[in-house]
């Protein structure tokens, strides 16, 4: 295993249109995280997974958002109707328990772009 | 809530001086803090991590942190800097929100390093 995996890297999209992203953890995380981060600024949380139970979502995670994790291992995050404020970076991390004094492992994320 | 203040977006060293980037936090009680570097189109990578051991962090690249309650900081620093070590770093906090443990994130300091 060689850690969190994301794809694709880049997506450019134009406005209005449907994008979904996929996110692999490290195999035997249970927990699954999603955040997004916009230019110059820290990465923001989104939603998180245990197993493959959603168990909170940001209030950032606007309708138009959907997340799932259907069989505990891999996660996508769907944007439906794509809009130009939806242009973020979106990193997916996982961890193992709910310990978070471990901290989380990141993967290299998704750029969306949206024209 | 908790939450993490980034003191300079953009620091610029000279290749072999000392690095200071400057981290505080505001807590309710005793948090978990991490140090994570981003380089250009790369993930999240985990620098250090204080959870209430030793307040002298060491991590990896030759950087460390020391936790200062009185002052609630968590300074990160390295004795000599390297072309290498150009890139975005980002102060993290644990916090307790909504009923789980989770990562907020500071706005991030670019560290520059001049040849």
């Known amino acids: 295993d060689t850690g969190v995996s994301q794809d694709p890297r880049h997506k450019i999209t134009k406005r209005g249109q449907n994008v979904t992203f996929r996110c692999d953890p490290i195999?035997?995380?249970?927990?699954l995280y999603w955040y997004r981060q916009t230019l110059g600024q820290g990465p923001e949380f989104l939603t998180y997974?245990?197993?493959?139970?959603?168990?909170?979502k940001s209030r950032l995670l606007s309708d138009r958002f959907s997340a799932e994790r259907p069989k505990g291992s891999f996660s996508t995050l769907e944007i439906q109707r794509t809009e130009q404020g939806d242009s973020a970076m979106y990193l997916c991390?996982?961890?193992?328990?709910?310990?978070?004094?471990?901290?989380?492992?990141f993967g290299s994320g998704t750029r969306l772009t949206v024209v | 809530a908790q939450s993490v203040t980034q003191l300079d977006s953009h620091v610029s060293v000279s290749e072999g001086t000392p690095v200071l980037l400057r981290c505080n936090y505001s807590?309710?009680?005793?948090?978990?803090l991490f140090w994570y570097v981003q380089h250009p189109n790369k993930g999240l990578q985990l620098l250090l991590k204080?959870?209430?051991?030793?307040?002298l962090v060491k991590g990896i690249n030759g950087f460390e942190a020391e936790f200062k309650k009185s002052e609630t900081s968590f300074h990160l620093t390295k004795p000599s800097a390297h072309m290498s070590d150009a890139a975005e770093y980002f102060c993290v906090v644990s916090d307790w929100m909504d009923s789980s443990y989770k990562l907020i994130f500071g706005s991030g300091t670019r560290l520059l390093v001049r040849p």
């Open positions: 807590s309710s009680y005793s948090p978990s």
């Open positions: 204080y959870t209430s051991a030793a307040t």
């Open positions: 997974f245990q197993n493959e139970a959603q168990l909170e």
């Open positions: 991390a996982s961890s193992f328990s709910e310990d978070v004094r471990y901290g989380y492992t």
């Open positions: 195999s035997e995380h249970n927990r």
